[in-house]
C-alpha cells in the first residue's frame, strides 16, 4: 500500500512559478509510474503529466506541455511537479498518483493510489 503527499502549493500571480512534491512511503517507489492530475471547482479531473518508473519517459496533457515538468528522485521517493508561466487557467487542487505499470498511463481510471491533493490559485 502505497501512501502520497502533496505539498507546495499555493498563490501566486499570473505569470508565476510554483513546484509541487509528492513524498511517497509504503511502497517500492521505483516500481510505480507517478503522475499529476489537477481538477477544477465543477470540473472532472484531469491528466497533467506522467513519468514512467525510470524517469526517462515524461508525459504531459497538451495544455501544459512546455511550462510544466515533472521528474522524479528515486532515491527520495519523491516526485516533482515545476509550473512556470502559471495563468489563472491552471486554479485547481492538484493530485499526485500512483501506478504499478511499466508504461506511462493517462487515465484516471488507470492509477490506483491517490494522495489528497493541493491547491493551486492563479490570481490574475
Known amino acids: 500500500q502505497v501512501q502520497l503527499v502533496e505539498s507546495g502549493g499555493g498563490l501566486v500571480q499570473a505569470g508565476g512559478s510554483l513546484r509541487l512534491s509528492c513524498a511517497a512511503s509504503g511502497g517500492t517507489f521505483s516500481s510505480y509510474c507517478m503522475a499529476w492530475f489537477r481538477q477544477a471547482p465543477g470540473k472532472e479531473r484531469e491528466f497533467v503529466a506522467a513519468?514512467?518508473?525510470?524517469?526517462?519517459?515524461?508525459y504531459y496533457a497538451d495544455s501544459v506541455e512546455g511550462p510544466f515538468t515533472i521528474s522524479r528522485d528515486n532515491a527520495k521517493n519523491t516526485v516533482y511537479l515545476q509550473m512556470n508561466s502559471l495563468n489563472p487557467e491552471d486554479t485547481a487542487a492538484y493530485y499526485c498518483?500512483?501506478?504499478?505499470?511499466?508504461?506511462?498511463?493517462?487515465?484516471?481510471?488507470?492509477?490506483?493510489?491517490w494522495g489528497q491533493g493541493t491547491q493551486v490559485t492563479v490570481t490574475s
Open positions: 498518483a500512483a501506478a504499478e505499470t511499466k508504461r506511462v498511463r493517462v487515465g484516471v481510471g488507470e492509477y490506483d493510489y
Open positions: 513519468i514512467s518508473r525510470s524517469g526517462d519517459s515524461p
